[in-house]
């Protein structure tokens, strides 16, 4: 189990940990809902916020926050929280496609052509060099 997550074969419950990387002490910066509370709470500090009522910013931070849950997810095998990282990044990607009006199934058949004309990972493949 790792420190900090509630994780054994099932998920229950995931204390937030930092891990001090640069990429998570960039602000501003989207935190999920109840993040300021929560602050509020441990430290007895109310943090600064900003309700973004613009839904072309809300997608800029969005995106943002999507490289940022890549970067924690990439090394999550180290920390040993990936399922956590997982449901980061399926969260942002949720939140966009309700913010832009597409369901899951428009993106699955995106993905299901991209697979039938370039492939999928199942093969393994990791290219040494650019082609010339």
Known sequence: MAAGLGVSNNINFMDFIPTNQPFENQYPKLVRDNIPQIIKDKTGT??????????EEFLKYLLKKLVEEAKELEQSTEVGNTEEELADVLEIIETILKLKNWTMADIAKIQTEKRTNNGGFEKKILMLKKPQ
């Open 46 to 55: 109310e943090p600064e916020v900003k309700i973004l009522e613009n839904d």
